[in-house]
């Protein structure tokens, strides 16, 4: 009967089950835009702070090679060192024992890698006529408990010395070629390119050479060293702390280029990204609850208005079917049949029009919200639209069918 029913009044069931369909697509369209934009937001997020992040990762790593390729950048001195007279001349005057680069090398270090001792000072070189800076060194000294590192400075190797690039192109000299140095005879083992600084003008032998050449064994002047990316903001502290626990007559002082310097800006820049990702998401966040705001006063208006819409024409059929009804009940129909016929048809309007809307907005709000469509799929608002339609147009109807089926069909046949 009640598909009886439906088929003799296609165009009132149609315009009922449309008026739904408009309340379920803004139902379903509305949530499902939010739920695209919320997942396009979380995307964003998640790939501008994976970019950053990534970004940060490589220029960790970029920090830990530029830091090592520009050479050590701590220095220890004698604690009694005026560094003043450091700065000044370029070197300590001051000195230490030898011994105190391998104690720090056989204890746990943290903060620092790569210790290098060595013996500076500003000499004539006799046979040459003219002031250089001798240094002396031994090669790096492998740290307690780690693995070898490939070393920032290669040793210089005994008999063998290094020249600053003023010094071999003035001398012409070249690698293997045989030179005497305050009276002992060396072999040039490598010369540096211009470096700009007095390095220039610097001679390396080896640092047990260099002691002998200069009447200071055992001593040193100097502990070069390479901080670890593993130190924190106050890093020069963390290594002062360590050391001096050490070596309490030592005092460490940092140096750095405009290259490090670059590479700490870097990381700020990095800082910043991240503060600029959250808060653009911050930003969208705020954008997502406005459009919250705003679906839950329209979506709710609109259910209402397709809430009186159905009841209108549930009322309009209802007036026109007076003479039916009437039949009905003289045929024996009871209330209760009469008010279920006109329910049945509101519940299947509800159905219907649920269906086709929830498909409707699901798509629109997808596209809008260029999400994909399974991804922005909630079967749970599927649910709530298919219970929701024929609710209420079941509740639409309700009053229309009752005003029906409560009327007398004796003074409903005669009034015919």
């Given amino acids: 009967m009640v598909w009886r029913e439906i088929a003799h009044r296609k165009l009132n069931f149609v315009l009922g089950m449309l008026a739904v369909s408009i309340a379920m697509a803004s139902l379903a369209g509305a949530f499902t835009l939010l739920e695209s934009y919320r997942l396009r937001t979380e ?9 950053v992040e990534a970004d940060a990762a490589r220029m960790e790593d970029d920090v830990r090679k530029i830091t090592k390729n520009l050479g050590f950048n701590v220095l220890i001195l004698p604690r009694d060192q005026n560094l003043a007279d450091v700065y000044a001349r370029g070197f300590a005057e001051k000195t230490m024992p030898e011994e105190y680069a391998k104690r720090l090398a056989n204890t746990e270090l943290i903060t620092v ?13 006799e046979e040459q006529k003219r002031t250089i800076v001798l240094v002396g060194t031994r090669g790096e000294i492998p740290i ?3 693995s070898e ?12 010395i ?28 490598k010369n540096h390119p211009a470096r700009g600084n007095q390095d220039d003008i610097t001679v390396w032998i080896d640092l047990a050479e260099a002691q002998d050449l200069l009447e200071m064994p055992g001593r040193i002047n100097a502990i070069l060293a390479l901080q670890c990316n593993c130190a924190t903001v106050d890093r020069m502290a963390e290594i002062r702390a360590e050391i001096s626990k050490i070596l309490p007559d030592t005092q460490a002082v940092e140096f750095q280029s405009q290259a490090v310097a670059r590479a ?64 009905l009940r003289a045929l024996g129909w009871r209330s209760a049949q009469i008010v279920w016929l006109f329910m049945a048809k509101a519940l299947a309007m509800g159905a219907f029009g649920a269906g086709a809307g929830f498909v409707l907005g699901w798509a629109l709000g997808a ?50």
């Fill in 43 to 51: 995307l964003f997020v998640a790939e501008r702070r994976a970019e």
């Fill in 162 to 189: 290094v020249l600053g690039y003023e010094l071999h192109r003035q001398l012409g000299l070249q690698p293997g070629d045989t030179v005497r140095l305050q009276g002992r005879e060396f072999k040039v083992h």
């Fill in 264 to 327: 700490e800006a870097r990381k700020l820049a990095t800082a910043k990204a991240l503060q600029d990702v959250e808060r653009e998401r911050k930003l969208q966040e705020q954008t997502r609850r406005d459009r919250e705001a705003l679906a839950a006063w329209l979506v709710p208006l609109l259910i209402l208005a397709s809430a009186a819409w159905v009841g209108l024409l549930v009322f309009g059929n209802t007036r026109e079917r007076v003479a039916e009804v009437g039949v």
């Fill in 144 to 146: 307690l408990q780690r």
């Fill in 367 to 416: 596209a809008w919200g260029e999400a994909d469509l399974r991804a922005a799929f909630d079967p749970k608002l599927l649910g709530a639209c298919l219970v929701l339609a024929p609710l209420l147009a079941a509740i639409a109807s309700w009053l229309p069918a009752q005003r029906a089926a409560g009327q007398d069909p004796v003074a409903v046949l005669r009034e015919d």
């Fill in 113 to 125: 890698n790569h210790l290098l001792p060595s013996l500076t000072r500003k000499l004539v070189w």
């Fill in 149 to 160: 590192k490939k070393p920032i400075l290669d040793a210089v190797p005994k008999g063998k």
